[in-house]
Nanobody, 129 residues
Framework: QVQLTESGGGSVQAGGSLRLSCTAS????????MAWFRQPPGKEREGVAS???????DYADSVQGRFTISQDNAKNTVYLQMNDLKPEDTAMYYC???????????????????????WGQGTQVTVSS
């Protein structure tokens, strides 16, 4: 059974940085597709960034140039480095893994929450102005 555990959230002022970590257990690695999602208060969950074992990386337009997703296979961990944070980045952040590895390569599916079977518990990010 795949388990995902996020960490690294917190409260920062606008312009600050945070790095989120997502550690996977239960046999998810070597071939993989993983993504970060976020859910702002009162809004729907939205995709932020995705990465797969072939090195395919994608970002939502709202975070392009500010966020960086990366992986450390030795640690079974995916990271989300978030720079130049804005108040609108305030949300609960989740990492997720889909049923199908090809999800990360499909622009219609990679940021669709229903495509993902495994979810972490979430970590809160709060950005103040």
């Amino acid at each position: 059974q795949v388990q995902l555990t996020e960490s690294g959230g917190g409260s920062v002022q606008a312009g600050g940085s945070l790095r989120l970590s997502c550690t996977a257990s239960g046999g998810l690695y070597g071939n993989f597709c993983m993504a970060w999602f976020r859910q702002p208060p009162g809004k729907e969950r939205e995709g932020v960034a995705s990465i797969d074992s072939d090195g395919n990386i994608d970002y939502a337009d709202s975070v392009q140039g500010r966020f960086t997703i990366s992986q450390d296979n030795a640690k079974n961990t995916v990271y989300l480095q978030m720079n130049d944070l804005k108040p609108e980045d305030t949300a609960m952040y989740y990492c997720a893994a889909p049923q199908y590895l090809t999800t990360c390569r499909n622009s219609d599916r990679r940021f669709t929450p229903s495509e993902y079977n495994y979810w972490g518990q979430g970590t809160q990010v709060t950005v103040s102005s």
